[in-house]
Protein backbone atom coordinates (compact mmCIF):
# COMPACT_ATOMS: atom_id res chain seq x y z
CA UNK A 1 0.00 0.00 0.00
CA UNK A 2 1.30 3.56 -0.81
CA UNK A 3 1.88 5.54 1.84
CA UNK A 4 -0.63 8.83 1.29
CA UNK A 5 0.32 12.29 1.98
CA UNK A 6 -3.39 12.88 2.85
CA UNK A 7 -4.05 15.14 0.44
CA UNK A 8 -6.74 13.40 -1.41
CA UNK A 9 -6.41 15.56 -5.03
CA UNK A 10 -2.68 14.82 -5.00
CA UNK A 11 -2.95 11.10 -3.29
CA UNK A 12 -5.52 10.58 -5.81
CA UNK A 13 -2.78 11.97 -9.06
CA UNK A 14 -0.49 9.81 -7.28
CA UNK A 15 -2.52 6.61 -7.90
CA UNK A 16 -2.67 6.40 -3.40
CA UNK A 17 0.41 8.25 -2.69
CA UNK A 18 4.01 7.94 -2.71
CA UNK A 19 5.73 4.42 -3.09
CA UNK A 20 7.11 2.54 -0.51
CA UNK A 21 10.00 3.09 -0.15
CA UNK A 22 11.13 6.07 -1.87
CA UNK A 23 12.58 9.80 -0.88
CA UNK A 24 11.16 12.85 -1.52
CA UNK A 25 12.21 16.51 -1.76
CA UNK A 26 10.75 19.25 0.10
CA UNK A 27 12.18 22.43 -1.50
CA UNK A 28 12.41 25.85 -2.21
CA UNK A 29 14.45 28.51 -3.47
CA UNK A 30 14.67 30.87 -0.22
CA UNK A 31 12.25 30.28 2.50
CA UNK A 32 8.99 28.76 2.59
CA UNK A 33 6.45 27.84 4.25
CA UNK A 34 7.35 23.05 3.95
CA UNK A 35 7.35 22.01 6.91
CA UNK A 36 2.98 22.04 7.53
CA UNK A 37 3.31 19.94 4.68
CA UNK A 38 5.72 17.44 6.09
CA UNK A 39 3.73 17.32 9.61
CA UNK A 40 0.76 16.69 7.29
CA UNK A 41 2.69 13.70 6.22
CA UNK A 42 3.30 12.77 9.39
CA UNK A 43 -0.11 13.53 10.84
CA UNK A 44 -1.73 11.19 7.86
CA UNK A 45 0.63 7.94 8.79
CA UNK A 46 -0.15 8.49 12.63
CA UNK A 47 -3.69 8.51 11.98
CA UNK A 48 -2.98 5.33 10.51
CA UNK A 49 -1.42 3.61 12.98
CA UNK A 50 1.90 3.81 11.41
CA UNK A 51 4.89 4.88 13.11
CA UNK A 52 6.55 7.82 12.25
CA UNK A 53 10.01 9.57 13.03
CA UNK A 54 10.28 13.44 12.99
CA UNK A 55 14.27 14.16 12.89
CA UNK A 56 15.06 17.79 13.98
CA UNK A 57 17.87 19.50 13.04
CA UNK A 58 17.03 22.38 15.19
CA UNK A 59 16.84 20.65 18.94
CA UNK A 60 13.79 21.86 19.85
CA UNK A 61 11.79 18.02 19.68
CA UNK A 62 9.22 19.64 22.36
CA UNK A 63 8.18 22.66 20.16
CA UNK A 64 8.17 20.33 17.09
CA UNK A 65 5.67 17.97 18.84
CA UNK A 66 3.53 20.72 20.22
CA UNK A 67 3.16 21.89 16.20
CA UNK A 68 1.17 18.24 15.83
CA UNK A 69 -1.47 19.38 18.20
CA UNK A 70 -2.65 21.72 15.38
CA UNK A 71 -3.71 18.84 13.64
CA UNK A 72 -6.60 17.83 16.15
CA UNK A 73 -6.47 14.31 17.99
CA UNK A 74 -3.66 12.35 16.70
CA UNK A 75 -2.33 9.12 18.27
CA UNK A 76 0.64 10.66 19.76
CA UNK A 77 2.10 7.50 21.52
CA UNK A 78 2.83 6.38 17.61
CA UNK A 79 5.27 9.69 16.86
CA UNK A 80 9.31 9.71 17.87
CA UNK A 81 10.49 13.45 17.88
CA UNK A 82 14.72 12.87 17.80
CA UNK A 83 16.80 15.71 18.37
CA UNK A 84 19.85 15.38 16.05
CA UNK A 85 21.26 18.88 17.00
CA UNK A 86 22.44 20.76 19.97
CA UNK A 87 19.82 20.62 22.75
CA UNK A 88 19.50 22.89 25.22
CA UNK A 89 18.95 21.14 28.56
CA UNK A 90 18.12 17.04 29.19
CA UNK A 91 14.29 17.37 28.99
CA UNK A 92 14.31 16.23 24.87
CA UNK A 93 12.38 13.17 24.06
CA UNK A 94 15.21 12.03 22.91
CA UNK A 95 18.31 13.62 23.88
CA UNK A 96 20.54 12.50 21.56
CA UNK A 97 23.19 15.22 21.10
CA UNK A 98 24.28 18.18 23.32
CA UNK A 99 26.05 19.62 20.04
CA UNK A 100 26.18 19.32 16.17
CA UNK A 101 27.40 16.00 15.94
CA UNK A 102 29.12 14.85 12.89
CA UNK A 103 27.63 12.99 10.30
CA UNK A 104 28.70 9.33 10.64
CA UNK A 105 27.04 10.14 14.46
CA UNK A 106 23.88 11.32 13.07
CA UNK A 107 23.70 8.04 10.61
CA UNK A 108 24.76 6.09 13.37
CA UNK A 109 21.78 7.64 15.70
CA UNK A 110 19.45 6.96 12.88
CA UNK A 111 19.89 3.50 12.24
CA UNK A 112 19.40 2.88 15.74
CA UNK A 113 16.22 4.55 15.50
CA UNK A 114 14.87 2.43 12.44
CA UNK A 115 16.12 -0.54 13.90
CA UNK A 116 14.17 0.41 17.43
CA UNK A 117 11.21 2.17 16.89
CA UNK A 118 10.83 0.74 13.02
CA UNK A 119 9.25 3.72 11.88
CA UNK A 120 7.37 3.60 8.30
CA UNK A 121 8.02 7.38 7.86
CA UNK A 122 10.38 9.50 8.61
CA UNK A 123 11.67 13.46 8.17
CA UNK A 124 14.32 15.39 8.09
CA UNK A 125 14.10 18.68 9.05
CA UNK A 126 15.95 20.36 7.85
CA UNK A 127 18.57 20.18 6.10
CA UNK A 128 20.01 23.37 5.45
CA UNK A 129 22.05 23.41 9.15
CA UNK A 130 23.98 20.38 7.62
CA UNK A 131 24.72 21.55 4.69
CA UNK A 132 26.13 25.60 5.30
CA UNK A 133 28.07 23.82 8.13
CA UNK A 134 29.69 20.59 5.71
CA UNK A 135 31.95 20.82 2.93
CA UNK A 136 29.90 20.28 -0.82
CA UNK A 137 30.88 16.74 -1.04
CA UNK A 138 30.84 15.94 3.22
CA UNK A 139 27.17 16.74 2.88
CA UNK A 140 26.60 15.05 -0.71
CA UNK A 141 27.95 11.60 0.62
CA UNK A 142 25.90 12.36 4.02
CA UNK A 143 22.84 12.50 2.18
CA UNK A 144 23.66 9.72 -0.11
CA UNK A 145 24.37 7.36 3.25
CA UNK A 146 21.21 8.84 4.51
CA UNK A 147 18.56 7.99 1.80
CA UNK A 148 20.26 4.26 1.39
CA UNK A 149 19.71 3.74 5.17
CA UNK A 150 16.14 5.22 4.86
CA UNK A 151 15.80 3.30 1.46
CA UNK A 152 17.34 -0.34 3.24
CA UNK A 153 14.83 0.32 5.94
CA UNK A 154 11.21 0.16 4.03
CA UNK A 155 10.70 3.93 5.05
CA UNK A 156 9.25 6.61 3.15
CA UNK A 157 11.21 9.65 3.74
CA UNK A 158 10.86 13.08 3.27
CA UNK A 159 14.15 15.94 3.66
CA UNK A 160 13.38 19.56 3.75
CA UNK A 161 16.27 21.61 2.45
CA UNK A 162 16.44 25.23 1.26
CA UNK A 163 18.36 25.78 -1.96
CA UNK A 164 20.39 29.07 -1.03
CA UNK A 165 22.08 27.35 1.50
CA UNK A 166 23.59 24.93 -0.83
CA UNK A 167 26.77 26.51 -2.25
CA UNK A 168 25.82 28.47 -4.79
CA UNK A 169 22.27 27.19 -4.47
CA UNK A 170 20.70 24.41 -6.72
CA UNK A 171 20.40 21.09 -5.24
CA UNK A 172 22.62 18.31 -4.71
CA UNK A 173 22.69 15.66 -7.36
CA UNK A 174 20.99 13.21 -4.69
CA UNK A 175 18.31 15.18 -3.84
CA UNK A 176 18.00 15.33 -7.53
CA UNK A 177 17.24 11.47 -7.61
CA UNK A 178 14.38 11.30 -4.56
CA UNK A 179 11.36 9.69 -6.11
CA UNK A 180 9.51 12.67 -5.98
CA UNK A 181 9.93 16.83 -5.23
CA UNK A 182 7.76 19.15 -4.13
CA UNK A 183 9.03 22.70 -4.57
CA UNK A 184 7.86 25.57 -2.15
CA UNK A 185 7.02 29.17 -2.27
CA UNK A 186 5.64 31.35 0.17
CA UNK A 187 5.26 35.38 -0.32
CA UNK A 188 3.00 38.12 0.98
CA UNK A 189 0.17 39.17 -1.49
CA UNK A 190 -1.74 42.38 -0.68
CA UNK A 191 -1.31 41.67 2.69
CA UNK A 192 -2.08 38.25 2.73
CA UNK A 193 0.26 35.43 3.00
CA UNK A 194 -0.03 33.17 -0.18
CA UNK A 195 1.63 29.33 -0.20
CA UNK A 196 2.00 27.65 -2.76
CA UNK A 197 3.47 23.64 -3.62
CA UNK A 198 3.52 21.83 -6.97
CA UNK A 199 5.40 18.38 -7.76
CA UNK A 200 8.14 18.49 -10.23
CA UNK A 201 9.42 15.26 -12.21
CA UNK A 202 12.47 13.87 -10.63
CA UNK A 203 14.33 10.79 -10.23
CA UNK A 204 11.57 8.02 -12.07
CA UNK A 205 8.72 9.93 -11.59
CA UNK A 206 7.38 12.38 -14.69
CA UNK A 207 4.41 13.82 -13.09
CA UNK A 208 4.33 17.25 -12.50
CA UNK A 209 1.57 19.67 -11.09
CA UNK A 210 0.84 23.37 -11.27
CA UNK A 211 1.71 25.59 -8.11
CA UNK A 212 -0.89 24.64 -6.11
CA UNK A 213 -1.94 27.15 -3.53
CA UNK A 214 -2.52 25.82 0.02
CA UNK A 215 -3.43 26.99 3.76
CA UNK A 216 -3.34 25.42 7.13
CA UNK A 217 -6.86 24.60 8.52
CA UNK A 218 -6.70 24.56 12.70
CA UNK A 219 -7.47 21.06 13.70
CA UNK A 220 -7.68 20.00 9.99
CA UNK A 221 -4.13 19.80 8.47
CA UNK A 222 -3.34 21.05 4.89
CA UNK A 223 -6.29 22.24 2.60
CA UNK A 224 -5.47 22.80 -1.04
CA UNK A 225 -6.83 26.40 -1.53
CA UNK A 226 -7.94 27.83 -4.90
CA UNK A 227 -8.72 31.43 -4.40
CA UNK A 228 -10.72 32.44 -7.39
CA UNK A 229 -12.68 30.18 -9.05
CA UNK A 230 -14.41 32.03 -11.83
CA UNK A 231 -18.09 30.55 -12.62
CA UNK A 232 -19.19 32.57 -15.94
CA UNK A 233 -21.71 32.23 -18.14
CA UNK A 234 -24.22 34.09 -20.62
CA UNK A 235 -27.28 35.62 -19.59
CA UNK A 236 -29.87 33.14 -18.49
CA UNK A 237 -27.24 30.19 -18.33
CA UNK A 238 -27.84 29.32 -14.53
CA UNK A 239 -24.35 31.19 -13.21
CA UNK A 240 -26.40 32.01 -9.90
CA UNK A 241 -27.78 28.84 -9.13
CA UNK A 242 -24.39 27.04 -10.02
CA UNK A 243 -22.66 28.54 -7.32
CA UNK A 244 -25.75 28.59 -4.82
CA UNK A 245 -25.96 24.88 -4.79
CA UNK A 246 -22.64 24.48 -4.79
CA UNK A 247 -21.54 26.95 -1.76
CA UNK A 248 -21.18 25.95 1.95
CA UNK A 249 -22.07 29.78 2.52
CA UNK A 250 -23.42 31.37 -0.86
CA UNK A 251 -24.13 35.15 -0.53
CA UNK A 252 -25.14 37.64 -3.09
CA UNK A 253 -24.99 41.24 -3.75
CA UNK A 254 -28.09 41.96 -4.13
CA UNK A 255 -30.46 45.24 -4.77
CA UNK A 256 -34.04 45.47 -4.62
CA UNK A 257 -34.47 43.51 -7.84
CA UNK A 258 -32.25 41.01 -9.58
CA UNK A 259 -28.40 40.54 -9.03
CA UNK A 260 -26.76 43.94 -8.49
CA UNK A 261 -22.76 42.74 -9.26
CA UNK A 262 -21.92 39.02 -8.37
CA UNK A 263 -22.21 36.08 -6.52
CA UNK A 264 -20.40 34.77 -4.46
CA UNK A 265 -19.54 31.13 -2.78
CA UNK A 266 -16.66 29.34 -0.43
CA UNK A 267 -16.90 25.13 -1.57
CA UNK A 268 -15.14 22.50 -0.33
CA UNK A 269 -14.21 18.57 -0.89
CA UNK A 270 -11.39 16.24 0.11
CA UNK A 271 -8.51 17.98 1.09
CA UNK A 272 -9.75 21.31 -0.73
CA UNK A 273 -11.44 24.58 -0.28
CA UNK A 274 -12.41 26.87 -3.06
CA UNK A 275 -13.92 30.85 -3.30
CA UNK A 276 -16.51 30.44 -6.29
CA UNK A 277 -16.62 34.28 -7.56
CA UNK A 278 -19.80 33.99 -10.62
CA UNK A 279 -20.30 36.43 -13.16
CA UNK A 280 -22.76 38.38 -14.14
CA UNK A 281 -24.68 37.80 -17.19
CA UNK A 282 -26.50 40.90 -17.51
CA UNK A 283 -24.37 43.27 -20.33
CA UNK A 284 -24.88 46.58 -18.10
CA UNK A 285 -22.45 44.63 -15.47
CA UNK A 286 -19.70 44.28 -17.86
CA UNK A 287 -17.51 46.49 -16.42
CA UNK A 288 -17.31 44.36 -13.48
CA UNK A 289 -15.57 41.05 -15.67
CA UNK A 290 -12.31 42.12 -16.06
CA UNK A 291 -11.83 42.55 -12.62
CA UNK A 292 -13.55 39.97 -11.34
CA UNK A 293 -11.17 38.12 -13.56
CA UNK A 294 -7.97 39.02 -12.24
CA UNK A 295 -5.61 35.98 -10.82
CA UNK A 296 -8.63 33.57 -11.59
CA UNK A 297 -7.24 29.79 -11.35
CA UNK A 298 -10.00 28.32 -12.85
CA UNK A 299 -12.85 28.03 -14.98
CA UNK A 300 -16.73 26.95 -15.09
CA UNK A 301 -17.89 27.70 -18.01
CA UNK A 302 -21.71 27.46 -17.57
CA UNK A 303 -24.12 27.29 -20.71
CA UNK A 304 -27.54 26.96 -21.44
CA UNK A 305 -28.01 23.27 -23.16
CA UNK A 306 -31.13 24.21 -24.49
CA UNK A 307 -30.13 27.50 -25.94
CA UNK A 308 -27.49 26.73 -29.12
CA UNK A 309 -28.00 30.41 -30.13
CA UNK A 310 -26.25 31.38 -27.25
CA UNK A 311 -23.07 29.22 -27.85
CA UNK A 312 -21.42 32.70 -29.18
CA UNK A 313 -21.92 34.40 -26.09
CA UNK A 314 -20.15 31.82 -24.53
CA UNK A 315 -17.02 31.59 -27.00
CA UNK A 316 -16.49 35.61 -26.29
CA UNK A 317 -16.78 35.26 -22.73
CA UNK A 318 -13.84 32.80 -23.03
CA UNK A 319 -11.72 34.27 -24.64
CA UNK A 320 -11.82 36.67 -22.36
CA UNK A 321 -11.32 34.89 -19.30
CA UNK A 322 -8.24 33.03 -21.57
CA UNK A 323 -7.90 29.87 -23.21
CA UNK A 324 -4.90 28.76 -20.69
CA UNK A 325 -6.99 29.33 -17.74
CA UNK A 326 -8.13 25.66 -17.01
CA UNK A 327 -11.32 25.20 -17.90
CA UNK A 328 -14.73 22.83 -17.34
CA UNK A 329 -17.48 23.46 -19.70
CA UNK A 330 -21.02 22.61 -17.10
CA UNK A 331 -23.99 21.93 -19.32
CA UNK A 332 -26.68 23.33 -17.45
CA UNK A 333 -30.40 22.02 -18.27
CA UNK A 334 -28.89 18.76 -19.91
CA UNK A 335 -32.00 16.89 -18.38
CA UNK A 336 -34.44 18.83 -19.95
CA UNK A 337 -35.43 18.31 -23.64
CA UNK A 338 -34.36 19.49 -26.72
CA UNK A 339 -30.85 19.29 -25.16
CA UNK A 340 -27.80 19.74 -27.13
CA UNK A 341 -25.39 16.78 -27.32
CA UNK A 342 -22.06 16.87 -25.76
CA UNK A 343 -20.34 16.57 -29.55
CA UNK A 344 -22.76 19.32 -29.95
CA UNK A 345 -21.41 21.42 -27.81
CA UNK A 346 -18.46 20.88 -28.37
CA UNK A 347 -18.43 21.51 -31.73
CA UNK A 348 -20.47 24.63 -31.03
CA UNK A 349 -18.19 25.86 -28.60
CA UNK A 350 -15.28 25.10 -30.99
CA UNK A 351 -13.34 23.47 -27.93
CA UNK A 352 -10.43 21.68 -27.45
CA UNK A 353 -10.58 17.71 -27.13
CA UNK A 354 -8.62 18.09 -23.41
CA UNK A 355 -11.55 20.20 -22.12
CA UNK A 356 -14.18 18.34 -20.13
CA UNK A 357 -17.66 18.71 -20.71
CA UNK A 358 -20.15 17.84 -17.50
CA UNK A 359 -23.74 17.38 -18.02
CA UNK A 360 -25.50 18.98 -14.97
CA UNK A 361 -29.04 20.17 -13.69
CA UNK A 362 -28.13 23.53 -11.72
CA UNK A 363 -31.78 23.51 -10.12
CA UNK A 364 -31.34 20.02 -9.27
CA UNK A 365 -28.09 20.17 -8.06
CA UNK A 366 -27.08 17.36 -10.60
CA UNK A 367 -23.70 17.04 -11.79
CA UNK A 368 -22.16 20.11 -10.24
CA UNK A 369 -19.96 19.12 -7.65
CA UNK A 370 -18.36 16.38 -10.12
CA UNK A 371 -17.97 19.43 -12.45
CA UNK A 372 -15.83 21.05 -9.75
CA UNK A 373 -13.94 18.42 -8.18
CA UNK A 374 -12.94 17.72 -12.30
CA UNK A 375 -11.76 21.13 -12.88
CA UNK A 376 -10.06 21.23 -9.14
CA UNK A 377 -8.07 18.34 -10.96
CA UNK A 378 -7.33 20.28 -13.84
CA UNK A 379 -6.21 23.16 -11.44
CA UNK A 380 -3.93 20.64 -9.89
CA UNK A 381 -2.91 18.20 -12.49
CA UNK A 382 -3.32 20.37 -15.81
CA UNK A 383 -4.90 19.16 -19.27
CA UNK A 384 -4.07 15.50 -18.17
CA UNK A 385 -6.05 15.11 -15.67
CA UNK A 386 -9.20 15.76 -18.06
CA UNK B 1 16.46 55.59 29.82
CA UNK B 2 16.09 57.83 32.34
CA UNK B 3 16.80 54.87 34.45
CA UNK B 4 20.30 53.87 32.48
CA UNK B 5 20.98 57.86 32.70
CA UNK B 6 20.39 57.35 36.50
CA UNK B 7 22.66 54.95 37.27
CA UNK B 8 25.09 56.96 35.36
CA UNK B 9 24.86 58.84 38.13
CA UNK B 10 23.78 61.91 35.53
CA UNK B 11 21.31 64.86 36.54
CA UNK B 12 18.00 65.68 35.18
CA UNK B 13 14.83 64.47 35.27
CA UNK B 14 14.35 61.05 34.08
CA UNK B 15 12.56 60.84 30.85
CA UNK B 16 12.67 58.22 28.26
CA UNK B 17 15.24 59.64 25.88
CA UNK B 18 12.59 61.31 23.83
CA UNK B 19 13.04 63.01 20.56
CA UNK B 20 15.89 60.22 20.15
CA UNK B 21 14.62 57.74 17.91
CA UNK B 22 11.97 59.28 15.96
CA UNK B 23 12.89 62.47 14.14
CA UNK B 24 15.38 59.99 12.86
CA UNK B 25 12.56 57.03 12.05
CA UNK B 26 10.12 59.02 10.81
CA UNK B 27 12.68 60.43 7.71
CA UNK B 28 12.42 57.09 6.98
CA UNK B 29 10.57 56.24 3.44
CA UNK B 30 7.60 53.27 4.37
CA UNK B 31 9.16 50.45 2.37
CA UNK B 32 13.22 50.30 3.29
CA UNK B 33 15.85 48.86 5.31
CA UNK B 34 17.67 49.70 7.79
CA UNK B 35 21.18 48.91 9.88
CA UNK B 36 21.11 50.12 13.70
CA UNK B 37 24.45 49.96 14.62
CA UNK B 38 26.17 50.57 17.26
CA UNK B 39 28.57 49.12 20.46
CA UNK B 40 26.86 47.18 23.28
CA UNK B 41 25.54 49.61 25.70
CA UNK B 42 25.02 52.49 23.51
CA UNK B 43 21.19 52.26 23.63
CA UNK B 44 20.03 50.51 20.91
CA UNK B 45 17.46 48.89 22.64
CA UNK B 46 16.02 51.82 24.38
CA UNK B 47 16.28 53.52 20.89
CA UNK B 48 13.97 50.55 19.49
CA UNK B 49 12.03 50.65 22.91
CA UNK B 50 11.20 54.43 22.31
CA UNK B 51 10.06 53.95 18.52
CA UNK B 52 7.77 51.60 19.77
CA UNK B 53 5.90 53.16 22.12
CA UNK B 54 5.75 56.22 19.49
CA UNK B 55 4.75 53.43 16.19
CA UNK B 56 1.92 52.40 18.80
CA UNK B 57 0.38 55.30 20.03
CA UNK B 58 0.14 56.28 16.32
CA UNK B 59 -1.54 53.03 15.18
CA UNK B 60 1.36 51.94 13.31
CA UNK B 61 2.02 47.65 13.81
CA UNK B 62 5.16 46.61 14.69
CA UNK B 63 6.85 43.17 14.48
CA UNK B 64 9.43 42.16 17.25
CA UNK B 65 12.05 39.58 16.17
CA UNK B 66 13.44 38.94 19.94
CA UNK B 67 16.92 37.26 19.51
CA UNK B 68 18.79 38.95 22.65
CA UNK B 69 15.86 39.63 24.78
CA UNK B 70 12.66 37.51 25.58
CA UNK B 71 9.27 38.72 24.74
CA UNK B 72 9.13 38.95 28.62
CA UNK B 73 11.33 41.78 28.74
CA UNK B 74 9.15 43.40 25.60
CA UNK B 75 5.88 42.83 27.94
CA UNK B 76 8.17 44.29 30.73
CA UNK B 77 8.54 47.38 28.81
CA UNK B 78 5.03 47.40 27.59
CA UNK B 79 3.83 47.51 31.13
CA UNK B 80 6.44 50.43 32.34
CA UNK B 81 5.06 52.64 29.47
CA UNK B 82 1.63 52.34 30.64
CA UNK B 83 -0.13 49.52 28.46
CA UNK B 84 -1.31 46.24 29.24
CA UNK B 85 0.57 43.72 26.74
CA UNK B 86 -2.67 41.50 26.28
CA UNK B 87 -4.16 44.11 24.67
CA UNK B 88 -1.10 45.16 22.76
CA UNK B 89 0.34 41.40 21.79
CA UNK B 90 -1.33 40.01 18.48
CA UNK B 91 -3.16 43.42 17.75
CA UNK B 92 -0.27 46.36 16.93
CA UNK B 93 2.37 43.87 18.04
CA UNK B 94 3.60 40.36 16.92
CA UNK B 95 6.34 39.04 18.78
CA UNK B 96 8.64 36.52 16.88
CA UNK B 97 10.55 34.64 19.75
CA UNK B 98 13.94 33.18 18.52
CA UNK B 99 15.05 33.77 22.59
CA UNK B 100 13.23 31.14 24.78
CA UNK B 101 13.72 28.10 22.23
CA UNK B 102 17.26 29.06 22.51
CA UNK B 103 17.28 29.16 26.49
CA UNK B 104 14.96 27.59 27.88
CA UNK B 105 12.62 24.10 26.85
CA UNK B 106 9.95 25.15 28.66
CA UNK B 107 6.81 27.54 27.80
CA UNK B 108 8.00 27.52 23.91
CA UNK B 109 4.25 27.08 22.72
CA UNK B 110 2.82 29.42 20.39
CA UNK B 111 0.42 32.27 22.11
CA UNK B 112 -1.56 34.97 21.18
CA UNK B 113 0.90 37.97 19.25
CA UNK B 114 3.80 35.56 20.02
CA UNK B 115 5.24 32.88 17.50
CA UNK B 116 8.20 30.71 18.56
CA UNK B 117 11.10 29.52 16.50
CA UNK B 118 12.53 26.40 17.21
CA UNK B 119 16.37 27.18 17.39
CA UNK B 120 18.30 30.63 16.13
CA UNK B 121 19.75 28.70 13.44
CA UNK B 122 16.17 28.04 11.90
CA UNK B 123 16.54 30.90 9.62
CA UNK B 124 13.91 29.90 7.55
CA UNK B 125 11.44 29.47 10.63
CA UNK B 126 12.25 33.23 11.67
CA UNK B 127 11.91 34.22 8.05
CA UNK B 128 8.71 32.39 7.67
CA UNK B 129 7.69 33.66 11.37
CA UNK B 130 8.45 37.69 10.27
CA UNK B 131 6.51 36.92 7.12
CA UNK B 132 3.41 35.46 9.30
CA UNK B 133 3.65 38.52 12.08
CA UNK B 134 3.02 40.92 9.16
CA UNK B 135 0.88 39.56 8.07
CA UNK B 136 -1.36 39.64 10.59
CA UNK B 137 -1.39 43.68 10.14
CA UNK B 138 -2.55 46.34 7.61
CA UNK B 139 0.71 47.36 5.64
CA UNK B 140 3.27 49.32 5.97
CA UNK B 141 5.15 47.25 9.33
CA UNK B 142 8.00 48.01 10.99
CA UNK B 143 9.91 44.66 11.75
CA UNK B 144 12.45 45.34 14.50
CA UNK B 145 15.10 42.71 14.79
CA UNK B 146 17.21 42.87 18.06
CA UNK B 147 19.72 41.70 17.44
CA UNK B 148 21.63 40.88 13.86
CA UNK B 149 24.55 39.92 15.33
CA UNK B 150 23.87 37.04 17.68
CA UNK B 151 22.65 34.93 15.14
CA UNK B 152 26.47 34.61 13.88
CA UNK B 153 26.90 32.67 17.00
CA UNK B 154 24.52 29.81 15.70
CA UNK B 155 24.56 30.51 11.33
CA UNK B 156 27.48 30.60 9.18
CA UNK B 157 28.26 34.36 7.71
CA UNK B 158 27.38 33.43 3.99
CA UNK B 159 24.21 31.69 5.18
CA UNK B 160 23.38 34.41 7.41
CA UNK B 161 23.62 37.15 4.74
CA UNK B 162 21.92 35.41 2.53
CA UNK B 163 19.38 35.44 5.01
CA UNK B 164 19.78 38.95 5.77
CA UNK B 165 19.41 39.98 1.96
CA UNK B 166 16.32 37.80 1.07
CA UNK B 167 14.48 38.99 4.41
CA UNK B 168 15.81 42.97 3.77
CA UNK B 169 14.26 42.47 0.10
CA UNK B 170 11.17 41.03 0.85
CA UNK B 171 10.42 42.98 4.03
CA UNK B 172 10.62 46.10 1.81
CA UNK B 173 8.86 45.16 -1.07
CA UNK B 174 6.65 43.27 0.64
CA UNK B 175 5.44 44.41 4.23
CA UNK B 176 6.89 47.96 5.29
CA UNK B 177 10.43 48.72 6.85
CA UNK B 178 13.03 46.38 8.82
CA UNK B 179 14.87 48.02 10.93
CA UNK B 180 17.91 45.63 12.09
CA UNK B 181 20.22 46.30 15.33
CA UNK B 182 23.55 45.00 15.24
CA UNK B 183 26.15 45.38 17.88
CA UNK B 184 29.03 47.34 16.33
CA UNK B 185 32.70 45.72 16.64
CA UNK B 186 31.82 42.59 17.13
CA UNK B 187 31.95 40.78 14.06
CA UNK B 188 34.41 40.94 11.04
CA UNK B 189 34.86 44.24 9.73
CA UNK B 190 34.30 42.18 6.38
CA UNK B 191 30.90 40.88 7.56
CA UNK B 192 30.24 44.49 8.87
CA UNK B 193 30.73 46.24 5.61
CA UNK B 194 28.18 43.09 3.63
CA UNK B 195 25.74 44.29 6.05
CA UNK B 196 26.06 47.69 5.74
CA UNK B 197 25.76 47.20 1.79
CA UNK B 198 22.84 45.06 1.58
CA UNK B 199 20.64 47.69 3.63
CA UNK B 200 19.06 50.81 2.28
CA UNK B 201 19.91 53.42 5.40
CA UNK B 202 22.49 52.62 8.20
CA UNK B 203 21.78 54.85 11.51
CA UNK B 204 25.03 54.90 13.87
CA UNK B 205 25.47 55.64 17.13
CA UNK B 206 28.41 55.67 19.36
CA UNK B 207 29.81 57.01 22.74
CA UNK B 208 32.10 60.21 22.38
CA UNK B 209 35.38 61.10 24.29
CA UNK B 210 33.08 61.90 26.93
CA UNK B 211 31.33 58.86 27.25
CA UNK B 212 28.17 60.92 25.90
CA UNK B 213 25.90 59.27 23.14
CA UNK B 214 25.33 60.30 19.66
CA UNK B 215 23.91 59.64 16.85
CA UNK B 216 23.71 59.77 12.91
CA UNK B 217 21.56 58.87 10.26
CA UNK B 218 24.56 57.75 7.93
CA UNK B 219 23.48 57.48 4.34
CA UNK B 220 19.91 56.32 2.85
CA UNK B 221 19.93 54.50 -0.67
CA UNK B 222 18.26 57.29 -2.90
CA UNK B 223 18.20 60.20 -0.65
CA UNK B 224 20.56 63.34 0.18
CA UNK B 225 21.81 62.70 3.41
CA UNK B 226 23.83 65.39 5.40
CA UNK B 227 25.37 63.06 8.00
CA UNK B 228 26.12 64.71 11.77
CA UNK B 229 26.84 63.46 15.08
CA UNK B 230 23.78 64.21 17.07
CA UNK B 231 24.01 64.19 20.74
CA UNK B 232 21.52 62.50 22.76
CA UNK B 233 20.88 63.88 26.21
CA UNK B 234 18.96 62.56 28.23
CA UNK B 235 15.77 65.36 27.78
CA UNK B 236 16.19 64.76 24.37
CA UNK B 237 18.46 66.61 21.59
CA UNK B 238 20.33 69.58 22.30
CA UNK B 239 18.49 72.72 21.82
CA UNK B 240 17.69 74.17 18.62
CA UNK B 241 18.32 70.62 16.72
CA UNK B 242 14.55 70.04 15.27
CA UNK B 243 15.78 67.06 13.44
CA UNK B 244 18.81 64.99 13.60
CA UNK B 245 19.96 64.80 10.50
CA UNK B 246 18.99 66.51 7.01
CA UNK B 247 17.44 64.24 4.67
CA UNK B 248 15.98 65.22 1.11
CA UNK B 249 15.17 63.38 -1.59
CA UNK B 250 16.77 63.79 -5.03
CA UNK B 251 15.34 66.80 -6.73
CA UNK B 252 16.43 65.81 -9.85
CA UNK B 253 19.16 63.45 -11.01
CA UNK B 254 21.90 65.75 -11.93
CA UNK B 255 21.54 66.70 -8.32
CA UNK B 256 23.44 63.87 -7.10
CA UNK B 257 26.66 64.51 -8.88
Known amino acids: MKAAIGLEALDRGLDGGLQRPSSFLLSSEVMAEKRSFAEQFIATGLRAGETCLYLDLYGSPRLARHKFARFGDLPLEHLVVASLGPSSDGSFDEALSKSVPGTAEILERVEALLVDRQPTRVILDSLD ?4 ELPKPAFDAFLRDFTDLLKTSGAVAGLLFVESSYGNGGTPEVLERSEYRFEFRSALREGALIHKLR ?21 RGLVLHFPRVLVAGPSGSGVSTVVRKLSQS ?137 | MGKIGEQRGREGPPVRGDHVALPLLNQLPEFCSVLLSGPPGVGKFEFLMEALDRYLEDGQPVVFVCIDVGPGELQAHLRRSGRDPTLVLGRGLSVVDGFTAAVSDEGIEDREGVRVVSSLSNLEGLGMAITEGAANHNRPVKVFVYTISTLFLHNSAPSLSKFFQIVSARVKTQMGTILYASQAGVTEERQDNLLRSLVDGVIDM ?39 ATVSRYASKGENA
Open chain 1, 199 to 219: LSPSGQNRLATRWIPFVFREG
Open chain 2, 206 to 244: RFNASLGREVMLHHLRGYRIVPEWIPIREDGYRAGHAAP
Open chain 1, 129 to 132: LLAE
Open chain 1, 250 to 386: PSRAERRQGPAAFDYGHAEGAGWEAELVGTPGKKRFAFLLPVLMRGTQGLLLVIDSTRPGKLDDTIALREMVGKKVPTVVVANKADLEGAMTMVQIREGLDLEDEIPIAEASASKGHGLQEALEQLIDVMIWGWAAA
